[in-house]
């Protein structure tokens, strides 16, 4: 599994501390949508490894964060950088539109 599973325990150390850029993708296993980019977000991990850490924080097992970073619908995508929330997407996209928000926001694989 190319994706890291963060928790409200390790979400500081993993996202707020990480050098590289973070891509979190909050989420619940009753989500259907978010199941639905589960396989994209692994691609995405693996595509970009090295360049952007795709972490997957459930909603249900750790409420905290979501609530301290206002989530408010699932799948929410937020895009860390050096311990700041940068851009973030709510519901679920294809890969393509993914990996061109990434993009935009200067996270490409070259």
Same mark, same amino acid.
């Given at each position: 599994?190319?994706?890291?599973?963060?928790?409200?325990?390790?979400?500081?150390?993993?996202?707020?501390?990480?050098?590289? $850029?973070? /891509?979190?993708? !909050?989420?619940?296993?009753?989500?259907?949508?978010? %199941?639905?980019?589960?396989?994209?977000?692994?691609? &995405?991990?693996?595509?970009?490894?090295?360049?952007?850490?795709?972490?997957?924080?459930?909603?249900?097992?750790?409420?905290?964060?979501?609530?301290?970073?206002?989530?408010?619908?699932? $799948?929410? /995508?937020?895009? !860390?950088?050096?311990?700041?929330?940068?851009?973030? %997407?709510?519901?679920?996209?294809?890969?393509?539109? &993914?990996?061109?928000?990434?993009?935009?926001?200067?996270?490409?694989?070259?």
């Amino acid at each position: 599994m190319a994706t890291v599973k963060v928790t409200d325990d390790s979400f500081d150390a993993d996202v707020l501390k990480s050098s590289t $850029p973070v /891509l979190v993708d !909050f989420w619940a296993e009753w989500c259907g949508p978010c %199941k639905q980019i589960g396989p994209a977000l692994e691609q &995405i991990a693996d595509e970009l490894a090295g360049k952007v850490t795709v972490a997957k924080v459930n909603i249900d097992d750790s409420p905290m964060v979501p609530s301290k970073m206002g989530v408010k619908g699932i $799948p929410t /995508l937020m895009l !860390f950088k050096d311990g700041q929330m940068t851009s973030m %997407k709510v519901g679920a996209m294809p890969k393509g539109k &993914i990996v061109e928000w990434l993009a935009e926001a200067g996270v490409t694989a070259d």
